[in-house]
């Protein structure tokens, strides 16, 4: 028992977090997003609108820590309708909803101070964009006939790259990927990431969508480097305002956008592609 415990804490602390916590945690996050996409779609709107909210709260409280200073509710009201105008709307919906939404969140904001208007107004311009704009793409995927197979797909891809990443970096991983934005980050784990996921992406792509493998082999390769791309700004956010996680709300996680950062990016490749697939009857 021993050993066991002090090889859990030697992986532990060469992947900086917690592996037993992580691992359920995911599993609990899967259960809810495939009962919910499968069996009550609107309902996993619901779960994403509420995650979403959440992770607002915690980079309106990491921009704090960071000395800028914005008001929570204006911003989770914004996310909401941009969610909103996604889920009923589509993409026409998002489009017109960010254009409405940015605007009156900057008056807002003027009206409310006009001290370190540019700071406050470019970190909710942020917010606003990276958070609700990009998870709108995650409930365009949902919102359709295919629904719970375009989310089975980015789940896939994210959780391959996610995952072996993880694996290849704590067993093989020497070279730092990004060392002065993500120490534990290698090129190790980046190379376990990209054959896991073009392998998963591919089976995925033939069996569940439909569609040719090599273009499913194609996406994974696209996804790692979204993923990737997507982990890398959240740590670029975090190191500028000295915060090591975003929250604490998820164990083995830290919080909620520690944990939907890379499918923030990918969402959106993932729903272009699929709409270029369509569209050109791949």
């Known amino acids: 028992m021993d050993d066991i415990h002090s090889i859990n804490e030697a992986i532990n602390k060469k992947a900086g977090r917690k592996l037993i916590p992580s691992i359920l945690v995911s599993l609990s996050i899967l259960a809810v997003v495939?009962?919910?996409i499968i069996y009550v779609p609107i309902l996993f709107g619901v779960?994403?609108?509420f995650a979403i909210l959440l992770a607002i709260r915690e980079i309106v409280h990491a921009y704090k820590q960071g000395g800028i200073e914005l008001p929570e509710f204006p911003l989770q009201l914004a996310g909401t309708a941009l969610l909103v105008s996604a889920w009923y709307g589509r993409v026409s919906g998002l489009a017109v909803a960010i254009a409405i939404?940015?605007?009156n969140l900057l008056v807002f904001l003027l009206v409310k101070t006009s001290?370190?208007?540019?700071?406050?107004?470019?970190a909710a311009t942020f917010a606003i964009f990276y958070i609700p704009f990009l998870a709108g793409f995650i409930l365009l995927l949902a919102h359709h006939e295919d629904g719970a197979a375009r989310i089975f797909a980015l789940v896939v891809l994210v959780s391959c790259n996610d995952t072996f990443a993880y694996i290849f970096g704590v067993l093989f991983g020497k070279h730092p990927l990004a060392p002065h934005i993500s120490p534990k980050k290698t090129w190790e784990g980046l190379t376990g990431a990209l054959i896991a996921t073009t392998v998963g992406s591919a089976l995925v792509f033939h069996f569940s969508l439909h569609s040719h493998w090599w273009l499913g082999a194609l996406i994974g390769v696209m996804a790692v480097v979204t993923a990737t791309c997507g982990d890398l700004i959240e740590s670029a956010v975090k190191r500028d305002l000295a915060i090591k996680d975003m929250g604490a709300i998820l164990p083995g996680h830290g919080g909620i956008l520690d944990r939907i950062d890379s499918v923030l990016f990918t969402g959106p490749a993932v729903w272009f592609v699929l709409e270029l697939i369509k569209h050109f009857n791949l």
Not at 115 to 122: E, H, L, N, P, Q
Request: with cysteine; charged share 25%; aromatic share 24%.
């Open 34 to 36: 495939f009962g919910t």
């Open 47 to 49: 779960f994403i609108w």
């Open 101 to 103: 939404c940015i605007p």
């Open 115 to 122: 001290k370190d208007f540019i700071k406050r107004s470019t």
